[in-house]
């Protein structure tokens, strides 16, 4: 039952760092997204695909970038980790449009902290 | 745009009370969802319930109930029967309908609910 595994868990980078967060999913979802919570607040999705090579940016795209080279998994990358990149970072997978009902399914988060 | 408020940021609830965790949205949308995850400080979502804007009923998993007022473009939470599990923090999300969307949600900012013994 592994669901949306998100690896690594914790990661501490010094600015100016990149790093990529790495996210599979085992459940044959079309949809994957990246999302990052900041203290104290809800979820805001950074980027998304709803098939594999395709993406898309969400809300807050800017200083980070994405692929979809298979179904199962979906890479976040920091090219220049800043500051204010600092925050946790939540993976989930989703089923097509036509499953309107079907929620989607959240790994257990990266927490990042920048230096 | 979708907007999701949550007005509540904290609230207190006796064990085995009930609790009513308020959201309100703001669409143009006729077709969407909306969905309440938990978030326990363990930091996963969880899934509790949806509602469909077309669903007729309230929407109803075990505790968990809906007040699904279309008109007034609220779907408040429900918890019944506190137990101290339920101490964590509630996001309401909606999600607009249709593949062109990508079946995206968009978060409000979440209620904590500490459940007193």
């Known amino acids: 039952n592994a669901g949306v595994t998100q690896t690594p868990k914790f990661r501490v980078l010094k600015t100016g760092q990149s790093m990529t967060l790495l996210c599979a999913q085992d459940?044959?979802?079309?949809?994957m997204y990246w999302y990052r919570q900041d203290p104290g607040m809800g979820l805001r999705l950074i980027h998304y695909s709803v098939g594999e090579g395709t993406t898309a940016k969400g809300e807050v795209p800017d200083g980070y970038n994405v692929s979809r080279l298979k179904k199962q998994n979906f890479l976040l990358g920091l090219e220049s980790a800043a500051p204010s990149q600092t925050s946790v970072y939540f993976c989930?997978?989703?089923?097509?449009?036509?499953?309107?009902?079907?929620?989607?399914?959240f790994g257990d988060g990266t927490r990042l902290s920048i230096l | 745009a979708q907007k999701i408020t949550q007005t509540q940021p904290g609230m207190f609830v006796q064990e085995k009370e009930a609790v009513t965790l308020d959201c309100t949205y703001d669409t143009s949308d006729q077709s969407y969802g909306l969905f309440w995850y938990k978030q326990p400080s363990s930091g996963e979502m969880i899934f509790l319930i949806y509602q469909g804007s077309y669903d007729e009923q309230n929407a109803t998993e075990g505790r968990y109930s809906l007040n699904f007022q279309k008109a007034r473009k609220s779907a408040n939470l429900v918890i019944s029967a506190s137990q101290l599990g339920d101490s964590a923090m509630y996001f309401c999300?909606?999600?607009?309908?249709?593949?062109?969307?990508?079946?995206?949600?968009?978060f409000g900012g979440g209620t904590r609910v500490l459940v007193k013994p």
């Open positions: 459940m044959n979802h079309e949809y």
């Open positions: 999300a909606m999600r607009r309908k249709g593949k062109a969307a990508g079946n995206k949600l968009t």
């Open positions: 989930a997978s989703s089923y097509f449009a036509g499953a309107t009902n079907q929620p989607q399914h």
